[in-house]
């Protein structure tokens, strides 16, 4: 079972930028599909973005051409650059493990002036 632990969350202006990062444990991570989904108050949890074990990248309508999502296989990390923040943007952001199923605790990002 992977364990999986975000950061980088926190208060944003519109139109400012985060990093977010979830570090996983276990030996197999260069190996698993790994993904960003987001819950916003009221609201299902929703896809953000995927990133196979090779590096192709997806995302969402909502966020492409401005979240980028990468990986680290030597840290055993995924991330998630966000930029061009939204007022919409506000939720509990997640990671998870496609391969295993796998979630992360969440961590907050607040879209706010």
């Known amino acids: 079972q992977v364990q999986l632990v975000e950061s980088g969350g926190g208060l944003v202006q519109p139109g400012g930028s985060l990093r977010l990062s979830c570090a996983a444990s276990?030996?197999?991570?260069?190996?698993?599909?790994m993904g960003w989904y987001r819950q916003a108050p009221g609201k299902e949890r929703e896809y953000v973005a995927t990133?196979?074990?090779?590096?192709?990248?997806d995302y969402a309508d909502s966020v492409k051409g401005r979240f980028t999502i990468s990986r680290d296989n030597a840290k055993n990390t995924v991330y998630l650059q966000m930029t061009s923040l939204k007022l919409d943007d506000t939720a509990v952001y997640y990671c998870?493990?496609?391969?295993?199923?796998?979630w992360g605790q969440g961590t907050q990002v607040t879209v706010s002036s």
């Open positions: 998870h493990s496609v391969s295993t199923g796998s």
């Open positions: 990133i196979s074990s090779g590096g192709i990248t």
């Open positions: 276990g030996s197999d991570f260069s190996f698993n599909v």
